[in-house]
């Protein structure tokens, strides 16, 4: 049962849900990817399109933006005249990526840390960063958010280099 109900007079304005969901086909998503942006769970998604609940009011900027219409057209159906956010671009499949962290010091064999890119977006998310790395000052969980958007945005190889004073380089690699 819907929480939310179209205007009897006026048949052709369109729920909250079914404006995300038709922004959302029309840019190519599915539930799955369209959650995996918004890092919810693809249930929220369908809850959402469904009209059985609404997104957090934090996630309608990025919603807007990744269906690249203003916050206003998303709440009302109608299109703003101005402002309009351009959409972003979708998204890579980050599942098979890697995130590395290659250390060197000199006259050492290097020590190299790979885990999953998922796993470090879990580390960003709960916002203290990864313990041991940023204790030191080498790399804040705002910067750890920033590398995961440029991933999540195509960018692969050497994304962040830390070079200390006892010539220690520590490279921050996606593979």
């Known amino acids: 049962m819907s929480i939310f109900k179209r205007k009897e007079t006026d048949e052709k304005t369109l729920t909250l849900g079914?404006?995300?969901a038709e922004g959302r086909k029309k840019c190519g998503y599915t539930q799955?990817?369209?959650a995996e942006l918004?890092?919810?769970?693809?249930?929220a998604v369908s809850k959402?399109?469904?009209d059985i609940s609404c997104p957090d009011i934090q996630l309608l900027p990025k919603i807007s933006q990744i269906l690249g219409i203003s916050v206003d057209e998303?709440?009302?159906?109608?299109?703003?005249?101005?402002?309009e956010?351009?959409?972003?671009e979708k998204t890579i499949d980050t599942s098979k990526l890697k995130f590395v962290i290659n250390v060197e010091k000199p006259g050492q064999k290097p020590v190299v840390v790979s885990f999953p890119f998922a796993t470090a977006k879990r580390f960003a998310k709960i916002g203290n960063g990864i313990s041991g790395i940023?204790?030191?000052?080498?790399?804040?969980?705002e910067q750890l958010d920033e590398i995961i958007s440029l991933v999540e945005n195509g960018a692969t190889g050497e994304v962040f280099k830390v070079e200390a004073n006892d010539d220690t380089v520590v490279r921050f690699v996606i593979e």
């Open 18 to 20: 079914e404006r995300i």
């Open 32 to 34: 799955e990817s369209f």
């Open 38 to 43: 918004l890092d919810v769970t693809p249930q």
């Open 48 to 50: 959402w399109e469904n």
């Open 74 to 83: 998303l709440l009302t159906g109608r299109k703003a005249i101005s402002n």
């Open 85 to 88: 956010t351009p959409p972003i």
């Open 134 to 141: 940023t204790g030191n000052g080498a790399l804040n969980s």
